[in-house]
Nanobody, 130 residues
Framework: QVQLVESGGGLVQAGTSLRLSCTAS??????????VAWFRQAPGKEREFVAV??????????SYADSVNGRSSIDGVGAGNTVYLQMNSLKPEDTAVYYC???????????????????WGQGTRVTVSS
């Protein structure tokens, strides 16, 4: 049974950086077939896509939501059991619970769709103060 555990959230000031971690057990991110994504859910809002790293068997490219593009990067996929979401120049609107999601094998839905992922972590809360 695959389990994902996020960490690294906290209360930070706008303009600073955070590095969120997602650690897998019962599975590995050191795999050619794993797709790893980050989503977030702000209070009172729907869960939304943040970033994805496609499997290396599908090209291994990364994509980001427009709201974080240029300020974020996802890395660590293919290097072990932990992947990271680096977020820079944080804004108050980045405040949310951040979730790691993963799928091994072919992803049948859009990689930006939460329904594409079988495995989820419990989330880590990020609060950005102005």
């Amino acid at each position: 049974q695959v389990q994902l555990v996020e960490s690294g959230g906290g209360l930070v000031q706008a303009g600073t950086s955070l590095r969120l971690s997602c650690t897998a057990s019962g599975g590995t991110f050191n795999s050619a077939t794993v797709t790893v994504a980050w989503f977030r859910q702000a209070p009172g809002k729907e869960r939304e896509f943040v970033a994805v790293r496609r499997s290396s068997s599908s090209g291994g490219s990364s994509s980001y939501a427009d709201s974080v593009n240029g300020r974020s990067s996802i890395d660590g996929v293919g290097a072990g059991n932990t992947v990271y979401l680096q977020m820079n120049s944080l804004k108050p609107e980045d405040t949310a619970v951040y979730y790691c999601a993963a799928g091994w094998g072919r992803i049948l839905a859009s990689v930006r769709d939460a329904g594409a992922y079988a495995y989820w972590g419990q989330g880590t809360r990020v609060t950005v103060s102005s």
